[in-house]
């Protein structure tokens, strides 16, 4: 089966800048994950959808980020405007649900904020 | 305090000798337990996992994981590694009634020299 696709790979900008990351998840997955990775940290998660409905954005800083599923499939994760901090990794997993928790993981998006 | 601990950040092997990487979590209550494997440029994947049952899980690449319930312990062992090896590897863990969220130990960068 074809993996989580995301994009751009790299994304350099300027601090102040916005920019947008895209993720198309796994087909029938209803869960879909963005996660946040600081060079030597693990993932941080920053928001979970079930289907196209958020179940957890408690760890995303809205006065910055947002991220919408529309129609329940594939995403966008919105940096306005970026600081220097946010640069790092920005993964996106699907899930199907199941008992088995069959996370999928995509190559991520590497940002630099200079 | 971190609620997943790897305390090895870098660890230097040779070729053919026994790995084994440390991960404590502090949440008490039902766990599922994940080890991940992520290549230079390459997607995080799936090592192995326990949900239930013999607390010895084994899983690819020749790679298992012992859970230790009164020690809070899921540590990764391998008998004998290799070069190709050389990655970065996460403990990550779901708590019972979290939304199925994985939270990731801040990883360690395993380096097998030839």
């Known amino acids: 089966e074809a993996g989580v696709a995301q994009s751009p790979r790299y994304k350099i900008i300027e601090k102040r800048q916005s920019v947008a990351f895209w993720c198309n998840p796994i087909?029938?997955?209803?869960?879909l994950y963005w996660y946040q990775q600081i060079l030597g940290q693990g993932p941080k998660l920053l928001i979970q959808f079930q289907n196209n409905g958020v179940v957890d954005d408690s760890q995303l800083p809205k006065d910055r980020f947002s991220a919408e599923r529309l129609k329940g499939v594939d995403s966008t994760l919105k940096i306005q405007p970026a600081k220097l901090e946010d640069s790092a990794v920005y993964l996106c997993?699907?899930?199907?649900?199941?008992?088995?928790?069959?996370?999928?993981f995509g190559s991520g998006t590497r940002l630099t904020v200079v | 305090a971190q609620s997943v601990s790897q305390h090895n950040h870098h660890v230097i092997l040779s070729e053919a000798a026994s790995l084994e990487l440390g991960c404590n979590y502090s949440y008490g209550g039902t766990v599922n337990l994940f080890w991940y494997v992520q290549y230079p440029g390459q997607h995080l994947q799936l090592l192995l996992k326990y949900f239930s049952g013999d607390p010895l899980v084994k899983g690819i690449k020749g790679f298992e994981a012992e859970f230790i319930k009164s020690k809070f312990s899921f540590n990764l062992r391998k008998p004998s590694v290799q070069w190709s090896d050389t990655a970065e590897y996460f403990c990550a863990v779901i708590r019972s009634g979290s939304a199925r969220q994985l939270t990731f130990g801040s990883g360690t960068q395993l380096t097998v020299l030839p």
């Open positions: 997993a699907s899930s199907y649900g199941g008992s088995n928790y069959g996370y999928t």
């Open positions: 087909s029938g997955h209803a869960t």
